[in-house]
């Protein structure tokens, strides 16, 4: 059934990959063109650049310690976001090489379009707000960690004359990009305030528009994270492993 599902979102050929992530923001690779290889292929749309733990990878599995925190190294959901928006600026394309698939069927990378949430569908209130105040992006190293970065931006920017959006649910919400359980229980249940209302308005867009993608083994993913949001699917199977890249 899984592969059935996933078939026909699969480019086999690099030049329908790239017409897929120029025209919906996104595109997956067939593991037969990835050939375990993924930074030869990433190299054709960017510079691998460091991420949080100053490596240009980063494996995404479980490890235990984060039960209680929206991070993507336990198995919970993640809520709305775009990747690193404390840096200036954010990486431009994110990706997932799946080795293995959880095979509980859940675990989903979710994608929805970030700039016709704030462009089109956040009320007009909130919007004005928002061009009107930068944001102090808050992001700990992971969970609960003391290193952390801090960048002043806005929302809604223009990147080489495109358009860019920085959300994180986490940092409206809760004050930090990589939340954790005690700043998740300081939150107020309902917001009130413009922040965590843009935060509720993106998560509502995020879940009625979501795109959901379960990458297939060997299987590369590759999307614009400056005009995409994207969250996962809480799953079940420790053993499901992907390793991410950030692409300048
Ligand atoms: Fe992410």
């Known amino acids: 059934v899984q592969q059935a599902m996933t078939a026909d979102f699969v480019s086999n050929d690099i030049s329908s990959f790239r017409d897929n992530l120029l025209r919906k923001g996104w595109a997956v690779l067939s593991a037969d063109i990835v050939k375990n290889e993924p930074v030869q292929v990433l190299e054709q749309f960017g ?33 709305a976001h775009t990747e690193a928006p404390g840096y200036e600026p954010p990486p431009k394309y994110l990706a997932l090489h799946c080795h293995r698939q959880a095979r509980c069927g859940k675990g989903h990378t979710l994608l929805a379009d970030a700039i016709r949430f704030f462009d089109m569908a956040l009320e007009p209130e909130l919007r004005d707000w928002a061009n009107s105040n930068s944001i102090d992006f808050h992001a700990a190293a992971k969970p609960g960690s003391l290193d952390s970065l801090l960048l002043r931006a806005p929302i809604r920017a223009e990147h080489n004359g495109e358009p860019m959006v920085r959300f994180s649910y986490n940092l409206f919400r809760y004050g930090n990009v990589n939340a954790s359980a005690a700043e998740m229980a300081n939150a107020a249940a309902e917001p009130t305030d413009a922040l965590g209302r843009i935060a509720e308005a993106g998560e509502a867009f995020f879940v009625a528009n979501t795109i959901p993608v379960l990458v297939p083994d060997g299987c590369l993913l590759l999307w614009n994270n400056h005009r995409l949001l994207h969250g996962r699917g809480q799953y079940s199977d420790p053993a499901r492993h992907l390793t991410r890249y950030w692409l300048a």
């Open 47 to 79: 510079v691998l650049a460091p991420q949080y733990n100053g490596k240009l990878s980063f494996e995404v599995t479980y490890q235990p310690g984060y039960d209680d925190a929206p991070y993507s190294q336990s198995m919970n959901g993640l809520g």
